[in-house]
């Protein structure tokens, strides 16, 4: 089955087919570099992440890029107000953003460019735009002439008509018409600048993105992706650049992630529900952040809150319970119970998966499938079937999906199976040596780390509370 995307610049969903055969060039805007990140900024990071590592599993060769915005005007005034220099404080929030993603389980792009490291190339970018007739200079700030590219407006579905209404001239801008946007700024007293052919300054924002995918991974690309936010104007305006320069289209496909709301409202620092991701890893495991993220689809809406979360946790938890009960059965002597309806059944699970991830990446529909293999495999459990090689391929394909989703399906930080079974039998001869308060004292040990000992006719049985 071929895979579906929604394609924004189509307002539909598409087959993918790449523009070569078994590899994807695919670029996600990355973050301006001025504070840790939001919970709205991990949610690109998240979602975008899974698509990647779904289009491995699938057997591409995907090449990802994910920029830094590593010198702006938020990133100035922020060095100004904290008395740090512009370099010291991107590289200090990058790293920073390297470890909160870590945290999320998002490996890292194959590269991750910057600004500052790619000036030559977007000076060179901006002075053939500007031989083509569809940029100008303006006493040291160059502009794009939007009204030159005809199809401006194509990704948002706006007419440069409608757009033009609601567009006004800034007091202090240099630009012929309100649609037109800067590519080239002169530097003010004082800012961080670079030497061009028009004067010390620096980039505009659009015209970073451009640039890097021109240089990394041509001038077309399979898919372009980046939050709801960047539609417009930060993507509309990218493709007008790269599309006026390159006379070719910049990316087959465009992926855009959903809003996040905090309780149900707009997240902004004046509001007080600015969520820093840095802090709510304090609070909350990582996993389960990232978990929340994909039970909803990257294109919905999703509303954050302290409650979500913490269902969230308890859905990952009862996932967890039921991979360790299958670790535990597995570990056990008896090998019993019919087999070949069983691993059909828990076969048919992973095309399911397979079948609601290919439908635009449903992380959503894809969760829900793990959720009834796990009450498939709670269901064998009960009936105490003990077939090793159905115990196995239930943990396996559990495994397989939590490795495709990047999802921890086994807990983490806990006492292991194997030093349980060493407790146990240490038990045991500490019984029969009739050592009872050693015995009481690795049964009680054990139930403060969550683990349950039942003593059968059978032998010791164990499960985690």
Same mark, same amino acid.
């Given at each position: ?25 695919? +670029? ?7 504070? +840790? ?38 990133? $100035? ?52 735009? $500007? ?25 948002? &579905?706006? &007419? ?139 294109? &919905? ?17 009862? $996932? ?18 019919? $087999? ?9 699970? =992973? ?16 969760? &829900? ?18 077939? =090793? ?57 054990? =139930? ?18």
């Amino acid at each position: 089955m071929a895979i579906k995307l929604y394609n924004t610049l189509a307002r539909k969903k598409e087959e993918f087919v790449p523009l070569q055969d078994g590899k994807v060039t695919m +670029y996600v805007c990355g973050p301006t570099v001025y504070n +840790y990140i939001h919970i709205g900024n991990a949610r690109p990071a998240i979602v975008f992440d899974m698509i990647r590592k779904y289009l491995e599993y699938r057997g591409y060769h995907v090449h990802f890029i994910s920029n830094f915005t590593d010198v702006d005007d938020k990133i $100035i005034k922020a060095a100004q107000e904290l008395g740090e220099e512009v370099p010291s404080l991107a590289e200090r929030f990058i790293e920073a953003y390297f470890e909160d993603i870590e945290a999320l389980g998002v490996k890292k792009a194959d590269l991750h460019p910057r600004v500052t490291e790619t000036m030559p190339d977007i000076i060179e970018f901006i002075e053939a735009l $500007i031989e083509k007739g569809y940029a100008y200079e303006a006493d040291g700030d160059v502009y794009f002439e939007t009204k030159a590219f005809k199809e401006y407006g194509k990704l948002s &579905s706006q &007419s440069i008509n409608d757009l033009q209404m609601g567009a006004r001239i800034e007091v202090g801008e240099k630009k012929k018409d309100p649609l037109d946007f800067v590519l080239w700024k002169e530097a003010k007293q004082g800012e961080i600048s670079w030497d061009s052919p028009w004067g010390k300054g620096r980039p505009g924002w659009h015209i970073e993105c451009s640039a890097m995918v021109k240089k990394y991974l041509g001038d077309t690309i399979d898919i372009h992706a980046g939050g709801q936010d960047l539609a417009f104007p930060h993507h509309e305006n990218e493709i007008a650049q790269s599309e006026a320069l390159n006379e070719q289209k910049m990316a087959k496909y465009w992926l855009h992630n959903g809003y996040i709301q905090i309780n149900n409202e707009k997240m902004s620092k004046s509001l007080g529900n600015f969520v820093l991701v840095h802090d709510i890893i304090q609070k909350h495991r990582p996993e389960v952040i990232r978990f929340f993220m994909l039970q909803s689809h990257y294109r &919905s809406p999703l509303n954050f809150s302290e409650e979500l979360l913490e269902s969230a946790k308890n859905s990952l938890e009862r $996932i967890n319970t039921t991979t360790n009960n299958l670790k535990h059965r597995l570990n056990e002597s008896a090998d019993f119970g019919e $087999i070949k309806n069983w691993v059909e059944t828990v076969q048919q699970f =992973k095309e399911t998966f397979i079948t609601e991830m290919d439908d635009d990446f449903n992380s959503a529909n894809g969760i &829900s499938v793990l959720f009834d293999l796990v009450k498939s495999a709670n269901r064998y459990l009960q009936e105490n079937h003990s077939s =090793k090689q159905v115990l196995q391929t239930f943990l396996d394909t559990i495994r397989e999906i939590g490795t495709v989703l990047d999802i921890s399906v086994e807990a983490k930080d806990e006492i292991l199976d194997e030093e349980i079974e060493r407790l146990i039998k240490e038990r045991i001869e500490a019984r029969k040596e009739r050592n009872f308060s050693r015995a009481d004292e690795i049964r009680d040990s054990l =139930k403060e780390q969550g683990i349950i000992l039942e003593d059968t006719p059978q032998g010791t049985r164990w499960k985690r509370d």
